[in-house]
């Protein structure tokens, strides 16, 4: 009985366990389950919301490259007039990093190579590895890596290259799969897509490997073997630890890499992998050194680049590589002759104040001269022998404080403009007070000076006469007329920097020139080619188009002309233009040494208070220009280096008109002459003992002088 007792106890215990243990096994079951349909209706919904992103977003074929546009294989060249303003041949263009290949010239290889460590399914997929896309979407919704997961094939990757679009998202993902899928099913076949590729891959300091061939082995690519095409395809992956002059035992292991790929592929057999493997790797380079082109040129460059980049969407290294091997025929602005004149003046050392012992460099100058309609007649960037390509143009790249250069363009021309002061308006010579109860500003020198009307007020570059002006005229209307009709885009409406939040729309920034950065020579001669054209704004401009032979026959890709935006009205611009003219002809000027030659010349000194920048602005009826000189490093100068701004200006002026025919500034628009007064500033009478000539908007006429009696009618000129 006691046993039967034990066997129905067993049994029952038993039953008792399997009963927990299958309902355990519906509990998993059940959770498996949910989870499951968590999973279902989750990836339903981020599948829904792709197809509603790819529905709105990828509408057109807009964001595909355009494969048979990047042949790039015909030297570019640049043209030029001669005397008879024909174009004829100035420069073929050479130095660029990366030399196109085609695919027929691009050996099995070096096409292996790539494919066995970039996309080993390159040759079966269309477009996009799956298995590959699902581990990149994984890790950048978990975040198992801090880098982007390597999902992408060769075709993701040559798209991601040319279009620059390397967000990291999911958004991004998505419209690369897309665009990647649509590429091959309609735009490109693979031979293409690997063309383009391997023309394009960054590779330290080349990209694409006709250049990398040249760079480490002294090679053409078509004549490399499986070791050396094995190390160029490694670099790929990080260009810094692979490059081989650097790190040559990270380069030698990642080749090594690539080899047994290729070997695991069977695209090498066992032979040719030992062979390669243990192959002694020589490193050379054959680059040929680019002889030196000038400052112009350089310009054209970073004009050209940027110009592709903007209107084609290009991204900086497809838009560098067509401009070096597009076959680009790029019709230059310059007259060679006028760029050499001033590049000789800045090569002459005699022309630049002599080392001071101690000092650990030597001041620096750069100069930027334009004609009426923008085109740039010489740029220079430096003083002595430029020695390299696409370097620092201080002209066109520094910015650098204007001091009183600012007056004229930042306050008297709108003040003018506005009808808030004419020729001869009187000023008393006082300080205004500020928001926080201070007096400001002090003249150079803290000079004091009796009461003068605005045409001796600049012609002395007084501080305290453009202050009160601005008062009148606000620093807002006087930031906008600066920075939208002048175009200049140094100004800043608010930044923050370590010193808390600055701005240029305060009186001492427009007033005095003491901006956030400060500005470029290259936009000052812009800003004040208005008051020698009657008004009228051109961008600056190196080249007249570019074109390109196609299939489809000439081309053009870039073109520039003037605008002849209206940035002043005509009379404003000539009362401006006979105000600055009294700068250099005028009895109190700061530039009277400045004229040049026979020729009407008008200009702007400036200088900032601590000695640091020295600028000068100024034209005549052919050209306008700007010249900045100080020293890169911000050190104060010395009495005797202070003129060189001015003297720098004046010698390239003086070249640049040599043989030139006398000239005139055409008078614009309806302004009148006439005598004033210059006790009151205004209109004299024949009984006003000091009379001098003025330049008047017919609309804003000053009144007539009644303290000197004599009546009669107002004096013209005659």
Same mark, same amino acid.
């Given at each position: 009985?006691?046993?039967?007792? #034990?066997?129905?106890?067993? %049994?029952?215990?038993?039953?008792?366990?399997?009963?927990?243990?299958?309902?355990? +096994?519906?509990?998993?079951?059940?959770?498996?389950? =949910? *989870?499951?349909?968590?999973?279902? *209706? =989750?990836?339903?919904?981020?599948?829904?919301?792709?197809?509603?992103?790819?529905?709105?977003?990828?509408?057109?074929?807009?964001?595909?490259?355009?494969?048979?546009?990047?042949?790039?294989?015909?030297? #570019?060249?640049?043209?030029?007039?001669?005397?008879?303003?024909?174009?004829?041949?100035?420069? %073929?263009?050479?130095?660029?990093?990366?030399?196109?290949?085609?695919?027929?010239?691009?050996?099995?290889?070096?096409?292996?190579?790539?494919?066995?460590?970039?996309?080993?399914?390159?040759?079966?997929?269309?477009?996009?590895?799956?298995?590959?896309?699902?581990?990149?979407?994984?890790?950048?919704?978990?975040?198992? #890596?801090?880098?982007?997961?390597?999902?992408?094939?060769?075709?993701?990757? +040559?798209?991601?290259?040319?279009?620059?679009?390397?967000?990291?998202?999911?958004?991004?993902?998505?419209?690369?799969?897309?665009?990647?899928?649509?590429?091959?099913?309609?735009?490109?076949?693979?031979?293409?897509?690997?063309?383009?590729?391997?023309?394009?891959?960054? +590779?330290?300091?080349?990209?694409?490997?006709?250049?990398?061939?040249?760079?480490?082995?002294?090679?053409?690519?078509?004549?490399?073997?499986?070791?050396?095409?094995?190390?160029?395809?490694?670099?790929?992956?990080?260009?810094?630890?692979?490059?081989?002059?650097?790190?040559?035992?990270?380069?030698?292991?990642?080749?090594?890499?690539?080899?047994?790929?290729?070997?695991?592929?069977?695209? *090498?057999?066992?032979?040719?992998?030992?062979?390669?493997?243990?192959?002694?790797?020589?490193?050379?380079?054959?680059?040929?050194?680019?002889?030196?082109?000038?400052?112009?040129?350089?310009?054209?460059?970073?004009?050209?680049?940027?110009?592709?980049?903007?209107?084609?969407?290009?991204?900086?290294?497809?838009?560098?590589?067509?401009?070096?091997?597009?076959?680009?025929?790029?019709?230059?602005?310059?007259?060679?002759?006028?760029?050499?004149?001033?590049?000789?003046?800045?090569?002459?050392?005699?022309?630049?104040?002599?080392?001071?012992?101690?000092?650990?460099?030597?001041?620096?100058?750069?100069?930027?001269?334009?004609?009426?309609?923008?085109?740039?007649?010489?740029?220079?960037?430096?003083?002595?022998?430029?020695?390299?390509?696409?370097?620092?143009?201080?002209?066109?790249?520094?910015? %650098?404080?204007?001091?009183?250069?600012?007056?004229?363009?930042?306050?008297?021309?709108?003040?003018?403009?506005?009808?808030?002061?004419?020729?001869?308006?009187?000023?008393?010579?006082?300080?205004?007070?500020?928001?926080?109860?201070?007096?400001?500003?002090?003249?150079?020198?803290?000079?004091?000076?009796?009461?003068?009307?605005?045409?001796?007020?600049?012609?002395? #570059?007084?501080?305290?006469?453009?202050?009160?002006?601005?008062?009148? +005229?606000?620093?807002?209307?006087?930031?906008?007329?600066?920075?939208?009709?002048?175009?200049?885009?140094?100004?800043?409406?608010?930044?923050?920097?370590?010193?808390?939040?600055?701005?240029?729309?305060?009186?001492?920034?427009?007033?005095?020139?003491?901006?956030?950065?400060?500005?470029?020579? *290259?936009?000052?001669?812009?800003?004040?080619?208005?008051?020698?054209?009657?008004?009228?704004?051109?961008?600056?401009?190196?080249?007249?188009?570019?074109? %390109? =032979?196609?299939?489809?026959?000439?081309?053009?890709?870039?073109?520039?002309?003037?605008?002849?935006?209206?940035?002043?009205?005509?009379?404003?611009?000539?009362?401006?233009?006979?105000?600055?003219?009294?700068?250099?002809?005028?009895?109190?000027?700061?530039?009277?040494?400045?004229?040049?030659?026979?020729?009407?010349?008008?200009?702007?000194?400036?200088?900032?208070?601590?000695?640091?920048?020295?600028?000068?602005?100024?034209?005549?009826?052919?050209?306008?220009?700007?010249?900045?000189?100080?020293?890169?490093?911000?050190?104060?100068?010395?009495?005797?280096?202070?003129?060189?701004?001015?003297?720098?200006?004046?010698?390239?002026?003086?070249?640049?008109?040599?043989?030139?025919?006398?000239?005139?500034?055409?008078?614009?628009?309806?302004?009148?002459?006439?005598?004033?007064?210059?006790?009151?500033?205004?209109?004299?009478?024949?009984?006003?003992?000091?009379?001098?000539?003025?330049?008047?908007?017919?609309?804003?006429?000053?009144?007539?002088?009644?303290?000197?009696?004599?009546?009669?009618?107002?004096?013209?000129?005659?």
């Amino acid at each position: 009985m006691s046993t039967n007792r #034990s066997l129905n106890t067993g %049994r029952a215990a038993g039953q008792k366990t399997a009963r927990f243990a299958l309902k355990a +096994l519906k509990s998993i079951l059940k959770c498996f389950v =949910t *989870i499951f349909l968590i999973g279902t *209706i =989750t990836a339903s919904i981020v599948g829904c919301v792709m197809v509603a992103y790819v529905v709105t977003s990828f509408k057109s074929s807009e964001s595909i490259p355009d494969l048979t546009n990047i042949n790039l294989n015909e030297s #570019s060249i640049i043209y030029v007039k001669n005397n008879k303003g024909d174009f004829v041949e100035e420069q %073929r263009v050479q130095g660029a990093n990366s030399i196109w290949k085609s695919f027929e010239k691009i050996p099995a290889h070096m096409q292996h190579a790539v494919i066995a460590i970039e996309d080993e399914r390159f040759e079966t997929h269309y477009g996009v590895d799956w298995k590959r896309t699902v581990s990149a979407f994984a890790n950048l919704l978990f975040h198992f #890596s801090d880098n982007e997961y390597g999902g992408s094939t060769i075709t993701q990757q +040559l798209i991601k290259n040319l279009t620059k679009d390397n967000e990291t998202s999911i958004t991004r993902k998505v419209r690369e799969i897309f665009r990647a899928i649509k590429m091959e099913r309609a735009y490109a076949s693979k031979d293409q897509i690997l063309e383009a590729y391997l023309n394009i891959l960054p +590779l330290g300091r080349v990209s694409g490997v006709g250049a990398a061939a040249n760079y480490y082995f002294a090679k053409e690519v078509e004549d490399l073997n499986a070791a050396e095409c094995a190390l160029i395809a490694g670099i790929t992956q990080n260009p810094s630890k692979y490059n081989p002059y650097l790190h040559p035992d990270n380069a030698k292991q990642r080749q090594r890499t690539v080899l047994y790929q290729m070997y695991k592929l069977g695209y *090498i057999n066992d032979e040719e992998y030992k062979q390669a493997y243990n192959q002694e790797i020589i490193l050379k380079s054959s680059m040929q050194i680019v002889d030196v082109q000038d400052y112009y040129n350089d310009r054209i460059t970073e004009d050209v680049i940027n110009g592709l980049m903007q209107t084609y969407g290009y991204s900086k290294e497809y838009a560098t590589n067509m401009y070096y091997y597009g076959g680009l025929k790029i019709y230059s602005a310059k007259d060679p002759a006028q760029q050499s004149k001033v590049e000789e003046i800045f090569k002459n050392e005699k022309n630049f104040p002599k080392h001071i012992k101690g000092d650990k460099e030597d001041p620096q100058a750069g100069i930027a001269i334009i004609d009426y309609n923008g085109r740039l007649v010489a740029t220079v960037g430096g003083r002595g022998e430029k020695t390299a390509n696409r370097i620092f143009n201080r002209s066109i790249d520094s910015t %650098r404080q204007p001091g009183s250069a600012m007056k004229p363009i930042a306050v008297y021309a709108p003040a003018i403009k506005y009808g808030l002061i004419t020729y001869s308006t009187k000023f008393a010579d006082k300080k205004i007070t500020l928001k926080d109860g201070g007096k400001w500003p002090q003249n150079y020198g803290n000079y004091k000076y009796p009461s003068m009307p605005v045409e001796e007020a600049l012609q002395r #570059s007084l501080n305290t006469v453009p202050a009160q002006i601005m008062e009148m +005229l606000t620093p807002q209307r006087s930031f906008d007329f600066v920075t939208q009709d002048l175009h200049i885009s140094t100004l800043v409406k608010s930044v923050r920097m370590k010193d808390g939040i600055h701005t240029d729309i305060e009186f001492s920034p427009l007033t005095l020139g003491g901006l956030t950065y400060g500005v470029k020579c *290259i936009e000052m001669a812009a800003a004040f080619q208005v008051f020698g054209n009657g008004g009228y704004y051109n961008q600056p401009y190196t080249f007249y188009s570019v074109e %390109r =032979t196609s299939d489809y026959g000439n081309e053009v890709l870039l073109q520039n002309e003037p605008k002849n935006d209206q940035a002043l009205d005509e009379d404003t611009a000539y009362v401006m233009n006979r105000l600055l003219q009294r700068v250099v002809s005028g009895p109190h000027g700061t530039a009277t040494t400045q004229k040049i030659k026979n020729l009407e010349t008008f200009g702007k000194t400036g200088t900032t208070n601590d000695d640091k920048d020295y600028y000068f602005v100024g034209g005549t009826p052919y050209y306008v220009g700007a010249c900045w000189f100080g020293y890169d490093n911000n050190q104060e100068m010395v009495s005797s280096q202070r003129s060189y701004a001015k003297s720098l200006w004046k010698k390239s002026m003086d070249a640049l008109h040599s043989g030139l025919p006398k000239k005139t500034f055409d008078k614009k628009g309806n302004t009148v002459e006439k005598y004033y007064d210059y006790t009151t500033g205004k209109l004299a009478t024949e009984g006003c003992p000091k009379k001098t000539l003025g330049v008047y908007k017919p609309e804003f006429l000053p009144g007539v002088c009644t303290a000197h009696g004599g009546g009669g009618d107002t004096a013209d000129s005659e």
